[in-house]
């Protein structure tokens, strides 16, 4: 909830979050949570703990 609350308060300066988690869980979650991060324009990509120099690239590419 605390993380929910610190979100809505800082949505206009967030532009995208990488989200960097291995497992079925998370990409369910990722898919499901997609919708709700575009509402706030909010860009959202899941990666793999093996991907977490990509994932960093991605947040400061502002790029796709």
Do not use: M
Not at 4 to 26: C, P, S
Not at 38 to 44: A, C, Q, T
Request: net charge negative; aromatic share 12%; proline share 2%.
């Amino acid at each position: 909830i605390e993380d929910l609350k610190w979100l809505l308060g800082h949505q206009i300066e967030i532009d995208r979050i990488a989200l960097v988690a291995d497992g079925a869980f998370w990409k369910v979650f990722t898919t499901l949570d997609l919708p709700f991060a575009k509402l706030l324009g909010i860009r959202e990509k899941r990666f793999d703990h093996a991907q977490l120099d990509e994932a960093w690239e991605w947040v400061r590419s502002g790029k796709g």
